[in-house]
């Protein structure tokens, strides 16, 4: 692998939709000394997992001292909550383990409100070159019924405080079909980020996840605690349709179903998933993908401790999945790939998994053509890639999906 994920699991508090393994440390203006000391220990954990992998890697062999990583990506929780130094130390520990490119992509999410002009200057002397900072919305009441930490002004300090100190690339996060969302309030976020001259956007359709308290209130079970004011699913396909053409308009390659770059500014890292290549995953939850196997690490931070001290002592451990047989390797392959606005390369099928797939996939879109699939053609005439177009392709990915799987 030559892509490693840190999740940093503090956060202020929990947003309402939100269902990843975090550890809730209390909003600003609160000085608490046991948040400091367990952030610290938690980065003492994740370098001591991370010098464990290596030495594991390197006994068997299987440790290329000649690829370095490429790209490295701090996800969360909210990594700007944890102390500059540890961030540095943790890179380094990566640097020392596997090897850090000279130009390697290091991103830290950040969240508005957690960080000001000398964190941040910390954070990018620490070897951060690239910020994506959650602004979900610009409208103050949507960030209130989603639960979010922050206001509209906040974020409006954030990008202040990234233009000042001269971030490389940064990232703005927004969340269409959250409750109080319409075409107003949306076509604002998206105008704004566009001034703000953020050099990639990644526009996210809100899912209702089992646990959150958006489930409780929105979801098919919700029974007495059933609230209104999600936008209807024809609202959330309009969002879609908006963003692909107001973004576009302004110059953004609309390259994967939710992310959207400014020429040269796609995220490395996050492409490394879509391309199915492997990683390493360190920290609360992650989960890595090396030689062909998943590894989980735990989601509660005692059995996380317990994880990294088996992994100190040579144990295998982790709950582990393979890539499964022929079949389920193809339609991982499929499904990543038509995520993609550079689509599935039926060369690469035919390479991989027969001359027959081909066909097969091909007979599997023939309704989709040309509304909803996209097909380039050779020198030879013969199909060379399959692409959904954009956005009523990928509105209706699903679909496509389903009607792949049922006919392979």
């Known amino acids: 692998p030559r892509a490693a994920y840190v999740h940093l699991p503090f ?18 203006g609160e000085t608490r000394p046991d948040v400091d000391a367990a952030m610290r220990r938690y980065g003492a954990a994740t370098r001591a997992e991370v010098a464990a992998t290596a ?3 390197r006994a068997n062999g299987a440790l290329d001292a000649s690829a370095p990583l490429e790209t490295v990506f701090f996800g969360g929780g909210t990594p700007s909550l944890m102390p500059a130094d540890e961030i540095k130390a943790i890179l380094g ?3 020392e383990a596997f090897g850090l490119a000279a130009d390697a992509e290091v991103s830290a999410e950040m969240d508005p409100g957690t960080f000001d002009e000398e964190k941040l200057r ?4 620490a070897g951060v070159n690239r910020v994506s900072l959650g602004v979900q919305s610009f409208d103050d009441g949507v960030l209130q019924r989603a639960g979010r930490s922050h206001d509209a002004r906040a974020a409006e300090e954030a990008i202040d405080t990234l233009r000042r ?8 996060d927004l969340i269409s079909g959250l409750p109080g969302v319409d075409a107003k309030t949306w076509r604002t976020s998206l105008e704004r980020v566009i001034e703000a001259g953020a050099d990639h956007v990644s526009v996210y359709d809100l899912q209702v996840e089992r646990g959150t308290a958006f489930y409780r209130w929105y979801g098919e079970n919700a029974g007495k605690d059933k609230k209104e004011g999600l ?22 390659e609309h390259y994967e179903v939710s992310s959207y770059a400014k020429p040269g500014a796609r995220c490395k890292h996050n492409q490394i998933y879509w391309e199915n290549a492997g990683w390493y995953g360190f920290g609360l939850s992650a989960t890595s993908h090396v030689n062909g ?3 989980a690490r735990p989601r509660k931070m005692n059995e996380y401790y317990a994880y990294v001290e088996a992994l100190e002592r040579g144990e295998n451990v982790g709950t582990v999945s393979s890539g499964g047989d022929g079949s389920d390797a193809l339609f991982e392959h499929i499904m990543l790939r038509l995520r993609t606005s550079d689509g599935l390369d039926l060369g690469n099928v035919s390479r991989r998994f027969g001359d027959h797939v081909v066909e097969e996939i091909r007979e599997a879109m023939e309704p989709f053509v040309p509304e909803f699939v996209d097909y380039t053609v050779a020198a030879d005439s013969s199909p060379a890639a399959l692409r959904l177009t954009d956005p009523e392709g990928f509105l209706v990915s699903t679909a496509v999906l389903s009607t792949l799987i049922s006919k392979m």
């Open 55 to 57: 030495r594991a890697m």
């Open 293 to 295: 196997e998943r590894v």
């Open 11 to 28: 956060c202020r508090s929990r947003c309402y939709y939100c269902d990843f393994a975090i550890s809730v440390v209390g909003r600003a």
């Open 165 to 172: 100190c001269g971030v490389p690339r940064w990232s703005a």
């Open 231 to 252: 936008p209807s699913e024809d609202a959330s396909a309009a969002m879609f349709r908006d963003a692909s053409a107001t973004l576009g308009a302004a110059g953004y």
């Open 93 to 95: 520990s990566l640097r």
């Open 122 to 125: 910390a954070f990018l002397a």
